[in-house]
């Protein structure tokens, strides 16, 4: 089992920045990769984007945040981050990390969410 653990939302003004984090525990070596998502009040929960875990630390982002969001790890903490820029009220969500195995063809693991506000 793996356990995820995200933490730094919430209430932001328009054009902050904001820094999520994903913490990872347990059986980490069956990751292989995090993805981050949102889901915004009444909407269907949305990739954002995602990042290698053991053999490469690619990352890979949704159009929707190319550009603004930046997706990187921490090896030492068995951490992930999303990091947020120029946010907009649209960006109004809980967020969520999640782990696919090795092998798997969707992701297995989620963690609880963190809500983050971005107010006009």
């Known amino acids: 089992q793996v356990q995820l653990v995200e933490s730094g939302g919430g209430l932001v003004q328009t054009g902050d920045s904001l820094r999520l984090s994903c913490a990872a525990s347990?059986?980490?070596?069956?990751?292989?990769?995090i993805g981050w998502f949102r889901q915004a009040p009444g909407k269907e929960r949305l990739f954002i984007g995602r990042?290698?875990?053991?053999?490469?630390?690619?990352?890979y982002y949704s159009d929707s945040v190319k550009g603004r969001f930046t997706i990187s790890r921490d090896n030492a903490k068995n951490t992930v981050y999303l990091q947020m820029n120029s946010l907009k009220p649209e960006d109004t969500a809980d967020y969520y990390c999640a782990a696919r195995e090795w092998g798997s063809g969707e992701y297995d693991y989620w963690g609880q969410g963190t809500q983050v506000t971005v107010s006009s």
């Open positions: 990042i290698g875990w053991s053999t490469d630390y690619s990352t």
């Open positions: 347990g059986r980490t070596a069956r990751i292989y990769h």
